[in-house]
């Protein structure tokens, strides 16, 4: 295919022309949205909020950083973590702490000060009422 040009007798060829232009004028090469991307974050559940999920999953990464996953002991017992320490009263011991921590945290962000009451921050606002 050739292109006329505004003299009258160049004529040069189609394929010089940028192939987004052509794509645009005849509407073949447009994508669909990609459902990977989205634009609106998905909730964080609020068992990662809890106490004893953030205490479980902070003694998993101490027993495997110390190397001591296959230990027999910490196999009959990694199951019952979260039960275990709350039966104990170790959630209740360290939940006020990690309350009094966020707290702090958020006491001067200006982001979460402009936002505290929208969607984005409300899992922390939900964990401090409690």
Not at 4 to 27: E, F, N, Y
Not at 65 to 94: I, Y
Request: with cysteine; net charge positive.
């Amino acid at each position: 295919m050739y292109q006329a040009t505004s003299r009258k007798i160049g004529l040069r060829p189609l394929t010089r022309t940028r192939p987004a232009v052509v794509a645009a004028a005849c509407k073949t090469l447009i994508k669909p949205h990609s459902r990977s991307y989205r634009t609106t974050a998905s909730p964080m559940p609020n068992v990662y909020m809890e106490v004893g999920t953030m205490l479980a999953n902070m003694l998993n990464e101490a027993v495997r950083s110390a190397q001591l996953e296959h230990n027999r002991q910490w196999q009959e017992l990694k199951d019952g973590v979260v039960s275990h320490l709350a039966q104990t009263g170790m959630t209740k011991v360290f939940e006020t702490k990690v309350k009094n921590m966020l707290r702090q945290r958020i006491a001067n962000d200006p982001d979460y000060l402009v936002e505290k009451d929208s969607e984005r921050y409300r899992n922390i606002t939900e964990a401090l009422s409690v």
